[in-house]
């Protein structure tokens, strides 16, 4: 399983190893874990027409284990110049173990999620991996503000993105109907967080169809 999106993607994503349903696809990240990751991408205006998604390891380590040292070294070079060819401005890391790869080795992912990091003169962040949120729902309001942390970023460095070519480009998030944060997990809203500014109210609003709510930031150009 080689990778997937555009050739001049400015962010690249890098994932651990393709499962059951990726080997079977021959795409990365197209299981339970890959939905969760559209939705992920959704909530900050990004889908796989825009980043480009790849593995440290190419082929499926048995029942899903965690890639050996060994497996990782012998597709090291495979993502090396993936990396060199796409040339990201961006990297994110999808779990602890990219991350440990691509940031240090001893990158403690509950602590350093969402922090930028510089590695050889590239951006690199990472979030929790897909699995570990849906193992574990609690982890998404971190991700989601990580996610926003993403977004930022993409906004300072990469390429704007043309939204007048693009069909229906024009989205607002409402966390409240997210289904990334409400499907399985806990609303944001149900724990203490810091709010943020409101600078609209949406119930007259051409973007999303529901009320914003009041600690949801207006994430959209153009909204
Ligand atoms: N997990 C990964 O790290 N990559 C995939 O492609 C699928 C699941």
Request: proline share 9%.
């Amino acid at each position: 399983v080689f990778g997937v999106g555009p050739q001049d993607a400015e962010v690249l994503f890098i994932g651990e190893g393709p499962g059951e349903q990726e080997d079977l696809k021959g795409e990365p990240f197209v299981g339970r874990g890959g939905k969760l990751l559209d939705d992920m991408l959704e909530l900050i205006d990004l889908d796989r027409t825009k980043i480009y998604i790849a593995n440290m390891v190419k082929c499926r380590p048995p029942k899903n284990r965690d890639p050996l040292e060994t497996e990782q070294y012998a597709c090291s070079e495979w993502l090396s110049r993936q990396i060199a060819l796409l040339d990201p401005k961006l990297i994110v890391c999808l779990g602890r173990i990219s991350a440990m790869k691509f940031i240090k080795p001893d990158f403690k992912i509950t602590r350093e999620h969402g922090q930028w990091f510089e590695v050889d003169g590239r951006r690199v962040m990472a979030l929790y991996h897909p699995a570990a949120l849906l193992r574990d729902p609690g982890k998404r309001p971190e991700t989601f503000d990580d996610l926003k942390r993403l977004q930022a970023e993409i906004r300072a460095v990469c390429t704007p993105i043309d939204f007048k070519k693009r069909k229906g480009a024009i989205l607002c998030f409402n966390s409240a109907s997210s289904p990334f944060l409400t499907a399985t997990g806990p609303s944001p809203l149900s724990r203490p967080r810091t709010p943020a500014p409101r600078t609209t109210t949406s119930a007259t609003s051409t973007c999303g169809t529901g009320p914003t709510v009041s600690t949801s930031p207006r994430l959209m150009a153009g909204c």
